[in-house]
């Protein structure tokens, strides 16, 4: 399998099922970029219910594309975004496993949108020491040729999580989450909620 994917900040599961079982990934850079979507934005379970991160961005003008979006730093959202992880997951098993690898990125500034998102998922891969083939568009096309799956616009937060029928219930089945004994198994988060819950397992709950 091949897929076709957007950029985006610290992916969930059901992107993150296809980066693994795909022999070659390329990400969009030179689409349109869409704000409320998972290009700026991730899910965590926290103490209080699942909680929506988003980075602020700044957009030049009305159609800017994905490789150009910056990053903005007008609030301190970098502060805030990792006292929700630390507060969410600093139970959980795994957390000092992979405290300073996801640390990182908030105490780094990254002014594009496009290299956070993928240095972090370059970071994930290698956590879970996998290697992939991970490339980048070359021009926007509509209509992918070849044996590439287009996904830009199945992984949404505003489309409900849905993967073939024949692999779905594999992320559906629950694993260990933080706040279990408050809400029941949340699914689709951030591969973050995932990775401090199951450790190296992560691969194997994703792989087929």
Partial sequence: MNVLLTTAYWPNLQYMFYVLNSK???IEQFENFQKQSYRNRTKILTANGVLDLSIPVRKKSLKEL?????????ENWQIKHWRAIESAYKNSPYFEFFETEIKYFYAQRFSNLLDYNSQQLFSILNLLRLRKNITFTETFEKKIKGDFR??????????????????QPRLETGYYQTFENKFPFQMNLSILDLLFNKG?????????
Avoid: G
């Avoid at 996904?151 to 024949?166: A, C, G, N, S, V």
């Avoid at 190296?200 to 087929?208: F, S």
């Fill in 24 to 26: 070659n990934v390329e």
């Fill in 66 to 74: 994905s490789k150009d979006i910056e990053i903005s730093y007008f």
């Fill in 150 to 167: 287009d996904l830009r616009t199945i992984i949404h937060p505003k489309i409900d999580f849905k993967l073939d029928q024949d692999i």
């Fill in 200 to 208: 190296l397992e992560t691969k194997t709950y994703l792989e087929m």
